[in-house]
């Protein structure tokens, strides 16, 4: 069954660096838009970055920008997210999705209230725990 799988997360001091991966399974990840998202217990579902296939187009939430990176390995399947001066506020558990179309991932990126279940791809998960 293709998938998108999460990993990397686990706990960072404050100030600290993480990489999630998001890698595909049983499909081509470098033909997808790929965009993460984080949601904190309790709280709305974030977006935070997305890449758009071949060309390499990227967005990201102004309260990541400067420290978040996403960026692909096409060799490995997988888009990676350097996070880079974790703060507690970051804590979260990160989701991956993948869809064909970049224009609809930025659309539920950009939109908290918007379901999920359209994408293509959405993975399990991964927690980031930052302590202070």
């Known amino acids: 069954q293709a998938q998108v799988v999460e990993s990397g997360g686990g706990l960072v001091q404050s100030g600290g660096s993480l990489r999630l991966s998001c890698t595909g399974s049983?499909?081509?990840?470098?033909?997808?838009?790929v965009g993460w998202f984080r949601q904190a217990p309790g709280k709305e579902r974030e977006g935070i970055s997305g890449?758009?296939?071949?060309?390499?187009?990227?967005w990201y939430n102004n309260g990541v920008k400067g420290r978040f990176t996403i960026s692909r390995d096409s060799a490995k399947n997988t888009v990676y997210l350097q996070m880079t001066n974790l703060k507690p506020e970051d804590a979260s558990v990160y989701y991956c999705?993948?869809?064909?179309?970049?224009?609809?991932?930025?659309?539920?990126?950009?939109?908290?209230?918007?379901?999920?279940?359209?994408?293509?791809?959405w993975g399990k998960g991964t927690q980031v725990t930052v302590s202070s």
């Open positions: 999705a993948a869809d064909q179309s970049f224009n609809y991932l930025k659309q539920v990126l950009t939109t908290p209230a918007a379901g999920h279940t359209g994408l293509d791809y």
């Open positions: 890449i758009r296939a071949r060309d390499g187009t990227t």
């Open positions: 049983g499909f081509t990840l470098d033909d997808y838009a």
